[in-house]
């Protein structure tokens, strides 16, 4: 189910949260980020940042932050909700899920 938002002259694709896949996130990551790992290696826990990780940086989380906001009309207020977020794509959807629900209540 798709339908669309218009805030500040900017139209946002928003995606029901019961669509919001892994595989959505995972498209998110190649369309914005340069990725050190081939996609089939990041699973929904797949650390993001660090060691062992998909091998992202500042620019990639600045970009993922835009992308999450055209998306899915979201926005990470600050770093340290960024950090919090953008650990994998399983805390990503968890966050988006949380926060859209958040949006829907009256």
């Known amino acids: 189910m798709f339908g ?9 694709n928003l995606v029901a949260m019961r669509d919001v896949t892994i595989e ?6 190649v369309e914005n ?10 699973a929904e826990e797949t650390p993001l940042f660090g060691p062992g990780s998909v091998g992202l940086d500042s620019l990639d989380a600045l970009q993922m932050t835009v992308a999450i906001e055209q998306n899915y009309a ?8 960024a950090r ?3 650990q994998s ?11 859209s629900a958040k949006q829907d209540q009256p």
Do not use: H, M, S
């Open 4 to 12: 669309f938002a218009f805030a500040g002259g900017v139209t946002y």
């Open 24 to 29: 959505e996130l995972k498209r998110l990551l």
């Open 33 to 42: 980020c340069v990725l050190k790992v081939n996609l089939d290696e990041i």
């Open 74 to 81: 979201l926005v990470i207020p600050d770093p340290q909700v």
């Open 84 to 86: 919090e977020v953008l």
């Open 89 to 99: 794509l399983g805390t990503l959807r968890a966050w988006i899920v949380r926060e």
